[in-house]
């Protein structure tokens, strides 16, 4: 199954070659480039029929009310082999999302995903709708707290559900080998790390892969407390609809009469406008607005205070371009080694969208190429040898490294010891006059360089009209940005060697601004050649001039009120110089010779966080009047020496 699917893979590799060079020619190529389009298809299309009905013919689908400690009964979808030679393990995703199709039809994903490798292994593959949502009995509640100490059956978390789910599949499914392992993308990945916290004893390998695990410091709807407002809007309003009782019918979303996000979000106005637009119903999103600051009650939500004497063998996964939970994955990694240091703990982070990992491609994103397949690579020598052996006892111990991580840039995957690898030394990198970025300090006494923010045009986060927030934005090109006047560039000279990056990259800004808050949001660029063509064998999805493209590497936001504390948030004093510094999520790219490394900072980047009014006021609850324009300037000289700290391989 695996060496026909790669075969697949190289055919359809050949034929991405096929199409980059056919769109340069004549019409007779385009004739030839729409054929092998439709082969594509017609081949995957094929392969997922044959799954389909491979599934089919040797599984049988039960539905269970599983019971937990505290009476109430959660709704389980089964997927059991039929084969009965030899006893199986149970493969488990709880999640928020419905373990539908309800009834006898199967779940698609059993053959669209990379899921369809562990039926081929005749794994017992369990998904359960968590509390409270869809068919479950009980109250659903966002990112529950975990409960250190429970002192009886009303005392329960997501991990208590867990252990007892598991407990009663051990008990009372037939066949299965004594085994269970979790895994889950997202918002399910967050109730694998859950899972891991239960510490059932039957529970022998996690992986939480993009898990939610900070939603104030960095995961989803909030960044360094700036308010994500585009995807907490559009996740909400339907997501976060009530659901009196168990039901198979899902909610429906708002209904955006506006198909360009940017428009939407600024005539919607304030975030007390936007409020109204979301109604009253939904509770968490009165929550959002009720903890402005990163209070106990966020505190409480997060999940790395789980992740003491953790049991099983972990397996965190995540993208290094992940729109939604970049922070979660790195961030649930490092709480795990530090507070936990006794676990098997492994971190996995590719070059992928969140969870492209688990599709049937993992090759490009957006008009960058990363040369293979690389979610096809991680699935078959990563992620499958990884619950075969400690779920099966398949195969010798697959010695996964302590971080397998893929540099883009130099495009090839690296296996290390530690994160962040020991060879990262900390050097910081300044920006100097003229915006040129150098390794030198400033030496001149005075040195700065300004624009202004106006709340009422905004920095785009991509140049496109969209509707949806895209994945792509994560290494779109920023040339678009570049030609703002309130958008400032510092760039280095050509590199004349490559320059590889490891780690945390850290903003130290010395600023001044004319009013009492502002946002800052730093962006790590890579500026290819100007003669520069994509590599042979390149998968993009249209025709781009990557010339002198300014790719996205990371981009991180700040509010400035939250600059010397998230809980207790500062104004500013107008025009008083003052430091802002603030951590990126992990980089690993390599610059290559002949590049440049570029930095751009801005006070915007919309509609993906919401406007600072920049006054020191309650966003969340502020008149348009409150909006204001600032003078932002940036210090560069000997006394003030804005500089990024970056992790860089020696």
């Not at 199709?101 to 990379?114: A, I, M, N, T």
């Not at 939970?325 to 530090?338: M, R, S, V």
């Not at 699935?379 to 697959?398: A, M, R, S, T, W």
């Not at 999520?585 to 966080?609: E, N, Y």
Request: hydrophobic fraction near 35%; aromatic fraction near 14%.
């Amino acid at each position: 199954m695996i060496s026909s699917l790669d075969g697949i893979n190289k055919n359809q590799q050949e034929l991405r070659i096929s199409k980059f060079n056919l769109s340069k020619s004549s019409s007779m190529g385009k004739t030839v480039l729409s054929f092998l389009l439709i082969f594509v298809v017609l081949v995957a299309e094929a392969q997922t029929d044959q799954d389909s009905l491979w599934i089919r013919e040797n599984y049988v689908k039960t539905e269970q009310y599983i019971p937990v400690r505290d009476g109430i009964k959660l709704f389980t979808s089964i997927y059991s082999p039929k084969d009965k030679t030899e006893k199986h393990p149970i493969l488990m995703t709880r999640t928020p999302y419905s373990c539908a199709p309800y009834g006898q039809e199967f779940s698609s994903r059993l053959w669209d995903r990379h899921w369809k490798y562990y039926a081929r292994e005749n794994y017992i593959i369990v998904i359960q709708d968590v509390r409270g949502r869809w068919m479950s009995e009980g109250e659903f509640a966002d990112i529950r707290p975990f409960r250190k100490d429970k002192k009886g059956n009303a005392d329960v978390d997501e991990a208590s559900d867990t252990y007892d789910t598991i407990d009663w599949m051990i008990k009372n499914l037939q066949g299965n080998n004594g085994n269970v392992g979790v895994f889950g993308i997202s918002y399910p990945g967050f109730y694998a790390t859950m899972a891991a916290a239960s510490n059932h004893p039957a529970l022998k390998a996690v992986s939480p892969q993009a898990p939610v695990t900070d939603w104030f410091e960095g995961d989803d709807f909030h960044h360094n407390g700036a308010f994500f407002q585009m995807d907490a809007f559009s996740f909400y309003s339907g997501f976060g609809k009530p659901r009196p009782k168990p039901t198979t019918v899902g909610p429906t979303g708002y209904d955006f009469k506006i198909k360009d996000n940017y428009a939407f979000y600024l005539q919607a106005g304030t975030l007390k406008q936007l409020s109204k637009l979301m109604g009253d119903s939904i509770q968490f999103w009165k929550e959002l607005y009720a903890h402005p600051n990163h209070d106990d009650w966020w505190k409480a939500r997060n999940a790395r205070t789980a992740m003491y004497e953790i049991r099983p063998a972990m397996l965190v996964v995540g993208g290094l371009f992940d729109a939604e939970d970049c922070f979660g994955a790195w961030n649930l990694y490092k709480a795990i080694e530090k507070q936990s240091p006794n676990t098997n703990n492994k971190i996995v982070m590719g070059p992928w969208s969140h969870g492209q990992w688990s599709s049937r491609n993992g090759s490009s994103l957006g008009n960058v190429s990363f040369g293979t397949n690389t979610a096809f690579w991680y699935q078959n020598n990563v992620e499958i040898p990884f619950f075969n052996y400690y779920l099966k006892g398949k195969g010798e111990d697959p010695k996964i490294s302590e971080a397998t991580i893929f540099f883009s840039g130099a495009n090839e995957w690296k296996k290390l010891d530690q994160w962040p690898p020991a060879q990262s030394q900390s050097k910081a990198i300044y920006l100097s006059n003229n915006g040129t970025l150098t390794w030198n300090k400033p030496s001149t006494s005075k040195g700065f360089t300004e624009y202004v923010s106006d709340p009422a045009h905004p920095v785009p986060y991509t140049e496109d009209v969209h509707f949806g927030r895209t994945s792509e934005y994560m290494t779109d090109d920023q040339r678009f940005a570049f030609r703002r006047t309130d958008v400032l560039t510092f760039q280095t000279e050509i590199l004349n060697d490559d320059l590889t990056l490891a780690g945390v990259v850290t903003a130290d800004l010395k600023l001044s601004i004319s009013t009492t808050d502002a946002d800052f949001v730093v962006k790590l660029i890579d500026v290819f050649p100007d003669d520069f063509n994509p590599p042979s064998g390149a998968s993009v999805a249209r025709p781009y001039p990557m010339g002198g493209y300014q790719m996205l590497v990371r981009g991180e936001i700040m509010r400035g009120r939250y600059r010397n504390s998230l809980e207790k948030p500062e104004a500013f004093k107008p025009n008083k110089i003052e430091t802002v510094r603030f951590d990126l999520p992990d980089v690993a790219h390599t610059f290559k010779k002949g590049h440049r490394l570029m930095i751009q900072i801005q006070s915007s980047w919309f509609p993906l966080a919401d406007r600072n009014p920049q006054q020191f006021v309650n966003i969340y609850e502020c008149d348009e009047s409150a909006f204001q324009k600032t003078t932002v300037k940036i210090y560069h000289d000997a006394v003030n020496p804005s500089h990024i700290i970056l992790p860089v391989i020696k």
